[in-house]
């Protein structure tokens, strides 16, 4: 059985970080295509970054600079780390494993505020 499960939110000010993880179990991180997500409330959920198998990244224009995705493949687990946050940046995050199908987490909240 497939699970993500994330951990590392927070309350932080602007300017802050925050390091999210994913742990996966039943499925490997390596081999896999995994993504970070994230939902405002009344938006819909839109994409953070993704980590390709090959190790390849890829970020919208929004957070690009800002936030960086890794995986520790020893740990199963994939990471996403916050920097320079902005109150915008303020969300449910969400992880997600592109395998057979999409597996997602539960998510972390994130909250940006002073």
């Known amino acids: 059985q497939v699970q993500l499960v994330e951990s590392g939110g927070g309350l932080v000010q602007p300017g802050g970080s925050l390091r999210l993880s994913c742990v996966a179990s039943?499925?490997?991180?390596?081999?896999?295509?995994m993504s970070w997500y994230r939902q405002a409330p009344g938006k819909q959920r839109e994409f953070v970054a993704t980590?390709?198998?090959?190790?390849?990244?890829n970020y919208p224009d929004s957070v690009k600079g800002r936030f960086t995705i890794s995986r520790d493949n020893t740990k199963n687990t994939m990471y996403l780390q916050l920097n320079s946050l902005k109150p915008e940046d303020t969300a449910v995050y969400y992880c997600?494993?592109?395998?057979?199908?999409?597996?997602w987490g539960q998510g972390t909240q994130v909250t940006v505020s002073s």
């Open positions: 997600s494993l592109l395998g057979r199908t999409t597996y």
């Open positions: 039943g499925i490997s991180v390596e081999f896999n295509t």
């Open positions: 980590i390709f198998s090959s190790g390849t990244t």
